[in-house]
């Protein structure tokens, strides 16, 4: 079974300083990929970040960018200067290639606050 | 970037009645669409995936005569509440693959906020 594991289940980091959310999952798939979304308030789901099982170089989008660890099934995403903009609920996700049964495992989520 | 509409954003209807709503990609085919409920604070949970021109498949406890779904096209599907009740009220969502996207990410709509009273 595939599972993604969030344990952080709330966070807060201070405007202008550097957080970082965790995310081990379990899959026995070879081709896979794994994303961070960010669900503000409005609740509209936005994409942060993916990164490919079969790259091994860390994906980067601006500040945002990951730590992943393929062998310890580590996927986590570090926020640098952290925005009052980036409040919200972030998700970790793992996507399956498996025959016709291709779907999104989600975790439980980490709510970050940032203080200003 | 791909574009996901849901439609009604916000709806509240009485107990016993149907509500429908709508997802559509604006610009890219979907095969694949994906329909999730969203409790308060918690993650988004599958529902069911929608393939065109075939019937949805359902997650284990949905039960698929009380949400119906239809993708008729390559650019719609609905997601049809029957005979809502109290407990059917939540946030639902759904999201979009692109045809022939190989691992790409789900784009997702709005959501719609259902209030059955």
């Known amino acids: 079974a595939q599972t993604v594991t969030q344990s952080q289940p709330e966070m807060s980091v201070q405007e202008a300083e550097t957080v970082t959310l965790s995310c081990t999952y379990d899959?026995?798939?070879?081709?896979?990929?794994l994303f961070w979304y960010k669900q503000p308030p409005s609740r509209q789901m936005i994409l942060v970040i993916r990164?490919?099982?079969?790259k091994q170089q860390n994906a980067t989008e601006n500040r945002f960018s990951v730590n992943f660890q393929k062998a310890a099934k580590s996927f986590s995403l570090k926020i640098s200067d952290s925005q009052l903009g980036d409040a919200a609920m972030y998700f970790c996700?793992?996507?399956?290639?498996?025959?016709?049964?291709?779907?999104?495992?989600w975790g439980l989520g980490t709510s970050l606050a940032v203080n200003p | 970037g791909a574009v996901v509409s849901q439609h009604p954003s916000r709806v509240i209807c009485k107990s016993g009645t149907s509500v429908k709503i709508e997802c559509r990609s604006l610009?890219?085919?979907?095969?694949?669409m994906f329909w999730y409920r969203q409790f308060p604070k918690q993650s988004l949970m599958l529902m069911a995936t929608?393939?065109?021109?075939?019937?949805?498949?359902?997650e284990q406890g949905v039960e698929k005569d009380k949400f119906l779904i239809n993708h008729a096209s390559l650019t719609l599907s609905t997601l049809t509440v029957t005979s809502a009740h109290p407990e059917d009220s939540s946030f639902y969502i759904c999201?979009?693959?692109?045809?022939?996207?190989?691992?790409?990410?789900?784009?997702f709509g709005q959501g719609t906020r259902l209030t059955v009273v």
């Open positions: 999201s979009a693959r692109r045809t022939g996207g190989e691992g790409t990410e789900a784009f």
């Open positions: 610009d890219f085919q979907a095969t694949t």
């Open positions: 929608s393939n065109e021109g075939s019937k949805a498949t359902y």
């Open positions: 899959t026995s798939e070879s081709d896979y990929y």
């Open positions: 990164q490919e099982a079969y």
């Open positions: 996700a793992l996507f399956y290639n498996a025959g016709n049964n291709r779907k999104l495992i």
